[in-house]
């Protein structure tokens, strides 16, 4: 099993920072990409960004979020970041950690995490 705990969320005010975390326990295969999606209320959840490589080198975000989020992992501590800088109202939403093995096919998602942005 696989269990993914995020913190870091919070109240922050419209362009604070915050940053999330995401750390991974459990039967952890080498071979994943890690990520951060997120909803907002009555929307879809979509892409934040991915870490794809086990190095932390090959990232992709969303478009209309480049230049402002930047994600990273600490492999050692299986853990992966998200650095939300000049936040906007719209980025409130509830954040969710996902890990996806590679191999399997199998998604693992977090309990999210609230980030509210005040305007």
């Known amino acids: 099993q696989v269990q993914l705990v995020e913190s870091g969320g919070g109240l922050v005010q419209a362009g604070e920072s915050l940053r999330l975390s995401c750390a991974a326990s459990?039967?952890?295969?080498?071979?994943?990409?890690m990520g951060w999606y997120r909803q907002a209320p009555g929307k879809q959840r979509e892409l934040v960004a991915l870490i794809i490589s086990a190095s932390g080198r090959t990232t992709h975000y969303a478009d209309s979020l480049k230049g402002r989020f930047t994600i990273s992992r600490d492999n050692a501590k299986n853990t992966v970041y998200l650095q939300m800088n000049s936040l906007k109202s719209e980025d409130t939403a509830v954040y969710f950690c996902?890990?996806?093995?590679?191999?399997?096919?199998?998604?693992?998602w977090g309990q999210g995490t609230q980030v509210t942005v005040s305007s």
């Open positions: 996902n890990l996806h093995e590679i191999l399997r096919g199998v998604d693992h």
């Open positions: 459990g039967s952890i295969f080498s071979a994943n990409t």
